[in-house]
């Protein structure tokens, strides 16, 4: 499998990496994003006995045809069955409307399928280097705990977060500091922004960088998107017709795990595009101008992104094509109020607790179905509704919420951090000696 950047000054001959090197850098220099080269259709064999096989087979199958042999078959079915070892059930409210559930990973949001299968790729692309593969995060909250999750216990690899001191929930606090092992918080007295200057500065110092084998668990990675398939796969073949996927958007790394599938030949009716009030490719699709913009917080936090980052590789998708873009994909904004009303009302219908992020998602595919009443919509619950235990108790009271036991036994775990000041220079010498 080979890749190219979307910034390619020639796209006729673009400079091609392979699979281990686009993983391992995550960005290309150009600052563009990697692409396949190709992506393979399934054969008919495939779709012949799709339905019939078990997950496993099926993800082994999806996944080893995109690769192209880049990660040995054995090796591949390893990785797979340990990183995915978690169920994405889908329950059925009623015929139009199934939940697509990505909650039931460690950190109980969809993150924990990229981020899973990325650290165990990443720990066997540098298998024969005896050196530690150190990940270097800056995190706002949600993603570095997902990574850390991730890399926890894979030989070989050490995490190192920067997070901002005071200014991260506690329970995400817990999620970065209560680990131990190979992952090490380092406790910023500053704000994010400080913390992704720290990271990128070490990035930049060459010796540091070298000395430490640096890596980047950045969410672009296109090692994150190959995960995100198959759930996509699996909750289709559930169903007798094609369905309408509805996905809550905010860098649109999900929507395009989807593209990836669909132009693998996965069969689906249309792909709604769910925002909160950060609208720029709902937007897009309406208007063909594509304006990015400062974000805007809301109840749906992991959405609030004012210039998704897989815009790029969306357009690409389509051959820049907008017309085209539109013809698959529909785009429905909605704001707070909007998602309070709808998560009262999925309670009250159907007695389901959604979050915040699956109740945008609910909107846009009520907008749909005013208009295609037949058909069935798999709307993607991209987190549990006990990481957002406010907004629930303020719409449904305080006694619906089940907290699930991986969150509940994290609020008695000590915490573990190590306090750093705000300055490059801070981090690019404790690097140098732990
Ligand atoms: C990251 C995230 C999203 C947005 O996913 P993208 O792939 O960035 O569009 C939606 N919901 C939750 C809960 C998330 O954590």
């Known amino acids: 499998m080979r890749l190219y950047s979307t910034n390619s000054p020639s796209h006729g001959h673009p400079d091609y990496v392979e699979f281990g090197e686009a993983v391992l850098r995550s960005l290309p220099a150009d600052n563009g994003l990697y692409m396949p080269e190709n992506i393979p259709v399934l054969d008919d064999g495939f779709w012949q006995e799709w339905k019939t096989l078990s997950f496993h087979d099926m993800a082994c199958r999806v996944v080893s045809t995109l690769l192209q042999g880049a990660i040995p078959e054995d090796t591949l079915n390893e990785i797979i069955g340990d990183a995915l070892n978690f169920p994405a059930p889908v329950v059925t409210l009623d015929n139009q409307h199934r939940v697509l559930e990505l909650f039931h990973g460690p950190t109980l949001a969809f993150k924990d399928f990229g981020a899973r299968f990325m650290a165990r790729v990443m720990a066997w692309l540098t298998r024969d280097d005896d050196h530690t593969l150190t990940v270097l995060v800056a995190t706002s ?22 997070y901002p001191s005071g200014k991260v929930s506690g329970l995400q606090e817990k ?20 913390c992704q200057r720290m990271v990128k500065a070490a990035f930049l110092d060459e010796p540091t960088a070298r000395a430490c084998n640096l890596t980047s668990a950045n969410s672009i990675n296109i090692s994150r998107l190959i995960p995100q398939m198959l759930y996509y796969f699996e909750s ?90 539109t013809e698959n994909i529909t785009g429905f904004a909605s704001n707070d109020v909007g998602t309070r009303a709808a ?39 991209t987190a549990h509704p006990a990481k957002f235990p406010e907004t629930i108790a303020e719409e449904l009271g305080p ?25 490059p220079d801070a981090l690019i010498a404790w690097l140098n000696q732990a």
Not at 154 to 160: H, Y
Not at 407 to 412: E, G, H, N, T, V
């Open 175 to 194: 999620q970065l500091t209560a680990l131990g092992g190979n992952i090490t918080a380092l406790e910023i007295d500053g704000s994010f922004d400080d």
């Open 399 to 423: 006694d619906v919420l089940e907290i699930p036991e991986r969150l509940a036994c994290l609020a008695s775990e000590p915490k573990v951090s190590i306090p750093m000041a705000a300055e």
């Open 236 to 325: 289709a073949r559930q169903l007798e017709t094609p369905p309408v996927f509805v996905i809550p958007s905010g860098n649109f790394g999900n929507l395009t795990a989807l593209l990836l599938a669909t132009h693998m030949g996965l069969p689906v009716t249309q792909i709604v595009a769910a925002t909160n009030v950060n609208d720029v490719v709902p937007e897009y699709l309406k208007t063909s101008q594509y304006t990015p913009r400062p974000s805007v917080a809301t109840l749906s936090n992991a959405m609030d992104v004012g210039a998704p980052s897989n815009f790029a590789r969306m357009r690409e998708l389509f051959g820049d094509d907008w017309k085209a873009m």
């Open 343 to 381: 998560i009262r009302e999925v309670y009250e219908k159907w007695g389901y607790v959604i979050d915040p992020h699956g109740a945008v998602g609910y909107l846009a595919a009520k907008a749909w179905l005013a208009n295609h009443p037949d058909d069935t919509t798999i709307i993607l619950e």
């Open 141 to 162: 909250g949600d993603t570095g705990g997902a990574v850390a999750s991730a890399f926890h216990n894979v030989p070989g690899t050490r995490v190192i977060i920067l």
